[in-house]
């Protein structure tokens, strides 16, 4: 079988649909079939036929709050919905599927290729997660360039891109009701977490900190991390862009974020980044958020929160003392952990991973 995967990429080497497209690579080669890529060069996909990838149009802001408390205003004011950017891209993507042929189209938010497929008559799949659902539907302003782009095809106009996503074929999400929950007009179909699951292991005291998307300057961050972390009779692992390789007593900072250090640690800070997020849920570590106050930070903060299987900070409260004292309030309150496991035990009684596969007995 042919299949196209169609994200869309923020950075190329760190961003969480990059992390799932390169296991749906990995899943789909294992299995013969043949897998094309519209993504970034610089993603270092191996193993693809790699597709043009065209580049978000941010839109130009004049007096207006950028914001992203709804998941349409984080597409938009990424450069995703707006009209030059779905235009060009659908037609691109159309070019690609008419040269690829593929038997499967997998858009991993990216409603360019929704649309692409449909035009061409390919089925569609996408993966969703549960921030899309929540909220009001989208201002007429930020969805005004993806209906004029529907329009010009005569498509139906949308008033969300959750109903956008309703035109596919099938749309998976990752994890069970506590860590994912969804509307049950969302009609998912549920596997265990975004990669193959890790063995379960043995808690360590080894502790992990990914932090991608704060505001706070790198030279800041690094300071903050040293003056809370540095001498603890633990490893740190630590990533933040721009961070190369190098030890520090206990601190190791490493040149990439590195998932397989998640399993057995005793916590793992990050920003919400949902890859991060679905892996640590599946191994069962308590999580620690520094969040901001939009998507997809804030509601994977919320879920811990509702879950009681970790904690979070704002942005603005971060500083060296409101980061250790949450870090230590997680660690010292075992119902977290214990909540966390449970929330692992639940995740790992779904469809692993793998079985993404069978769903393509269908297509064939």
């Not at 005793?266 to 308590?286: E, K």
């Amino acid at each position: 079988m042919k299949i196209l995967i169609a994200p869309v990429i923020d950075d190329p080497k760190t961003d969480s649909r990059r992390f799932l497209t390169e296991n749906l690579v990995r899943l789909f080669s294992s299995a013969g079939h043949q897998t094309a890529v519209s993504c970034p060069q610089e993603c270092g996909i191996k193993n693809i036929f790699l597709c043009e990838y065209t580049p978000p149009q941010k839109p130009f802001i004049f007096f207006t709050p950028v914001t992203d408390r709804t998941y349409e205003e984080y597409m938009y004011f990424r450069g995703y919905l707006t009209e030059g950017y779905l235009s060009e891209d659908t037609e691109m993507l159309m070019a690609v599927i008419d040269e690829f042929k593929p038997d499967l189209v997998i858009e991993i938010e990216r409603p360019s290729a929704v649309i692409a497929a449909r035009l061409c008559g390919v089925r569609c799949w996408a993966f969703v997660n549960s921030a899309m659902y929540i909220g009001p539907a989208a201002a007429s302003d930020i969805t005004k360039g993806l209906n004029t782009v529907l329009s010009d095809y005569k498509l139906e106009q949308e008033f969300s891109l959750r109903n956008l996503y309703a035109r596919c074929e099938r749309r998976f999400a990752f994890g069970h009701p506590l860590t994912e929950s969804f509307p049950a007009s969302a009609n998912v179909t549920r596997v265990s977490a975004a990669a193959p699951l890790f063995p379960i292991t043995g808690r360590t005291n080894r502790v992990c900190i990914f932090l991608q998307d704060l505001s706070l300057s790198n030279r800041k961050l690094k300071k903050m991390i040293n003056d809370a972390f540095l001498g603890a009779p633990y490893a740190v692992n630590i990533w933040h862009p721009e961070s190369k390789a190098f030890y520090d007593r206990n601190l190791h900072y490493l040149s990439l974020p590195k998932e397989e250090l998640i399993p057995g640690a005793s916590a793992l800070i990050h920003d919400g980044n949902p890859y991060y997020y679905s892996i640590a849920s599946a191994a069962g570590v308590p999580q620690m958020i520094i969040s901001s106050h939009g998507y997809p930070r804030n509601y994977h903060a919320m879920s811990l929160q509702r879950n009681r299987s970790g904690v979070f900070l704002y942005e603005e409260e971060l500083n060296m003392r409101s980061l250790y004292e949450t870090y230590r309030r997680l660690l010292s309150d075992d119902s977290f952990y214990e909540n966390t496991a449970r929330c692992r035990d639940l995740i790992r009684e779904l469809p692993s991973f793998e079985t993404i596969l069978d769903y393509l007995q269908v297509v064939i």
